[in-house]
Each structure stands twice: as C-alpha cells, then as structure tokens.
C-alpha cells in the first residue's frame, strides 16, 4: 500500500520559515514526479511546486517562487519543501503528491498518490 505522509506544518509569523517532508513508503518514487499542493479554506486546491525525476527540473507556482524550494532525497524516500519569506495568503493544508511519470506536473489531476496534508498557518 503506497502511503505519502506529510510533516512539518504549523504556527508562523509572517516572514518566517518552515520545512515540509513528506515520506513515502509502499513504493520507490526515485523514478517519478512528486508534487507540492496546498488548499485554503473555501478554495479549490492548487498547485505549489513539482519535482521530476531528475530533480533539477522543476516547477513553481508563479507567487512562490523565490521563496518556496522544492526538493527530493531519492535515498531516503523524501520529498521536501522549504517555505522562506511566509505571507499570510501562504496559509492552507499542504499536500504531497506523487505520479506515476518522470516529468512534473501543475495540474492535479496528472497526480496518482496523495497524502493527507499538513496544515500551515501564517499569521500576520
């Protein structure tokens, strides 16, 4: 059974940072996408950041990029993102995602695997 657990989520002021991971388990995905979405309340969910199997390519929602650094550690099953410079409007459940294909993907739908998020509060 494949299961994406996310952890890392919290409390913080405005300007701070925080680090999410997400482990995998049940299945290698050295060889696939993996994925950074986030959900507010009252709104659909969107895309954050994507990471193909070759993990220099990369993909960044337009408002996070410079900010936000999507990463992944093929050895340790784990796919991380790095929230620097956090602004209120950053705060949601933030979810992992993995795809069955190397190359990453903004739209959710090309996304197989979920996690059950992790919730990010940005106070102002």
């Known amino acids: 059974q494949v299961q994406l657990v996310e952890s890392g989520g919290g409390l913080v002021q405005a300007g701070g940072s925080l680090r999410l991971s997400c482990a995998t388990s049940?299945?290698?995905?050295?060889?696939?996408?993996m994925g950074w979405f986030r959900q507010a309340p009252g709104k659909e969910r969107e895309f954050v950041a994507g990471?193909?199997?070759?993990?220099?390519?990369?993909l960044y929602k337009e408002s996070v990029e410079g900010r936000f650094t999507i990463s992944r550690d093929g050895a340790k099953n784990r796919l991380t993102l790095q929230m620097n410079s956090l602004k209120p409007e950053d705060t949601a459940v933030y979810y992992c995602?993995?795809?069955?294909?190397?190359?990453?993907?903004?739209?959710?739908?090309?996304?197989?695997?979920w996690g059950q998020g992790t919730q990010v509060t940005v106070s102002s």
């Open positions: 995602a993995g795809r069955k294909y190397r190359s990453a993907s903004s739209d959710s739908r090309q996304y197989d695997y």
């Open positions: 049940g299945r290698t995905f050295t060889t696939n996408a």
């Open positions: 990471i193909g199997s070759i993990a220099i390519s990369t």
